[in-house]
């Protein structure tokens, strides 16, 4: 299958700090890639959608200008989560669905502690 | 959209086969059914996905009846290595609309 890198794998950062996340196709171009949460022992919830040269779409009750997506090439999205507090603590994934496919490729997650 | 419903958690042994439904009675004409498996602090791997009827792979074999309404990940022989949560996706091809059932933690003891 398809190759999703995610980067960093854990961080972490002082309370007020920004983090940027990364999410790369490595053999694939994603015109679209998704960035999920999630908590300890709960499902994946989807935050946003993210769409090369063009705004993201967030999902009802994420903040867009506390969580940061940047599409800016068919290979690079990037997640920045922005005045990060100790709430914001999670599991990030981001996926990509190979064009042609419907089925989705994830990263291997960031891991997010903020002190 | 179809919401979906799994069962929390199974138990099974070593080399035995394992079940798991998700029931989806809302599932759409153009929905498409996929399964996932995540291992704790990991993303989740594509297993295998279907739209009806049986669909087979290396790994796993998935069952859907004609209805749609469910789908069943069947896991031929497992190891202590398939202790780890499943997903089952429900979705359109284009991605326009998709839910993530709650998961079901498999564990496999020897």
């Known amino acids: 299958g398809a190759v999703v890198s995610q980067h960093p794998s854990w961080v972490i950062c002082k309370s007020g700090t920004s983090v940027k996340i990364e999410c790369r196709s490595l053999d694939f171009q994603a015109t679209t890639m998704f960035w999920y949460r999630q908590f300890p022992k709960q499902s994946l919830m989807l935050m946003a959608t993210?769409?090369?040269?063009?705004?993201?779409?967030?999902e009802q009750g994420v903040e867009k200008d506390k969580f940061l997506i940047n599409h800016a090439s068919l290979t690079l999205s990037t997640l920045t989560v922005t005045s990060a507090h100790p709430e914001d603590s999670s599991f990030y994934i981001c996926s990509a669905p190979e064009t042609g496919l419907n089925i989705q490729y994830f990263g291997a997650g960031t891991r997010l502690s903020v002190l | 959209l179809a919401k979906t419903t799994q069962p929390i958690s199974m138990d099974s042994y070593e080399g035995q086969e394992v079940n798991i439904t998700c029931s989806h009675n809302?599932?759409?004409?153009?929905?498409?059914i996929t399964w996932y498996q995540q291992f704790p602090s990991q993303g989740p791997r594509f297993i295998i996905q279907?739209?009806?009827t049986k669909v087979t792979n290396e790994v796993a074999s998935l069952f859907i009846p004609a209805d749609r309404k469910s789908s069943t990940l069947s896991l031929p022989r497992v190891s202590l290595s398939d202790t780890a949560v499943y997903y089952c996706l429900v979705g359109d091809r284009n991605f326009n609309k998709f839910y993530f059932g709650s998961g079901t933690k498999l564990n496999v003891k020897p």
């Open positions: 279907g739209y009806k």
């Open positions: 809302n599932i759409a004409t153009n929905d498409y």
């Open positions: 993210s769409n090369e040269g063009s705004k993201a779409t967030y």
